[in-house]
């Protein structure tokens, strides 16, 4: 296989080592906040509610609005929870930019998961 593409398991074609690799990772967190292997922080939670906040208006997750949120989470988020949701975050910034790339399937889990972690944060403040 070569480097720049892998091949999906749900598919029979070659997929971009960026696409696959954003929908794994989505995956497995998304996977792992389900079974409470990981929970996100107030930061994290935060992060997602403004990017949920951003996406009001057409619902959309875009490169933009990923870039903002990832701002302002700053450095700290990048270390806290090992930096997991931080990255998920930054893997689909390159499958968005590129409409070659991008797939609906990981923009709708993202979407999935970001609307979990920031359910996370209210619940934090409620608490």
Known sequence: ???????????????????????????????????????????????????????????MLTPRRIRAALWEGNIAMTYENDGRFAQVLADLVPVLDDPQLAALDIVDALGEL?????????AAVAA
Not at 10 to 39: C, I, Q
């Open 1 to 59: 296989m070569s480097t720049t593409t892998a091949l999906s398991e749900t598919s029979l074609f070659l997929e971009p080592v960026a696409t696959e690799r954003a929908r794994r990772r989505v995956e497995e967190l998304m996977a792992d906040f389900r079974t409470g292997a990981w929970h996100p922080t107030r930061l994290e939670g935060r992060v997602a509610e403004l990017l949920l906040a951003s996406t009001a208006g057409d619902g």
């Open 114 to 122: 970001v609307g979990a972690v920031a359910s996370t944060a209210g």
